[in-house]
């Protein structure tokens, strides 16, 4: 199975494009698991800004970003088929998002508008659910939450810092992403794992 699993921004917007090969709930531990409990193979990881930086987001008109949005989305479908990925074999991931924020909710809704008939199935993850995953004992969340006073920034941190141990443990360079850009195809990824997690819990 594939995975494409999407983090959305107010102005960037991060991916994973993942395949999905199997899981070992043997290795889960007591508050973490290791971090190849789930076998992915990372297709592709991208972290973008989807408007123009220069300009603020009020001024930008939702023709404007949608138009920006399809743009953006149309390449990675082009990632899609170059990797000969059937949309039957094929699951979309896409945060869920707050009620106070209404631009990334009609963002979110044009994305799952986009993909809704190219894949076999698409879902709305928790941003909550991630927060349940580490990599070991230093990277749980509720080492950030001690470490940051504000929780996003915990939430941001715990996800990038596992994600960045996941990618050093599979050999896979994350220097071609900008910096502080590695969060968002972070969270992406985070998301996905925590979903997979789940359907393998609830059928074992």
Known sequence: MFILTIDIGNRTFGYCLLEFKGGNLNNLYNGFINANTLQFKMIKFAADNIVDKSIEIKYKTEIERTRKL??????IDVIINENKIDSNN?????????????INRVTAAQVIFHFSLKC?????VSPVRKNSIAFNENLLH???IEKYSSKATAAKKHTEANFAHWLDINKISYTFIGKGMLQHPADAFMQAYS??????????
């Open 142 to 144: 509720s080492k950030f």
């Open 90 to 102: 094929l699951l979309v991931l896409v945060e869920e998002q707050k009620k106070i924020s209404e």
């Open 195 to 204: 979903h997979i997690l789940m359907l393998l819990n609830s059928k074992s």
């Open 70 to 75: 399809k743009e953006y989305l149309m390449k």
């Open 120 to 124: 076999l199935s698409i879902c709305k």
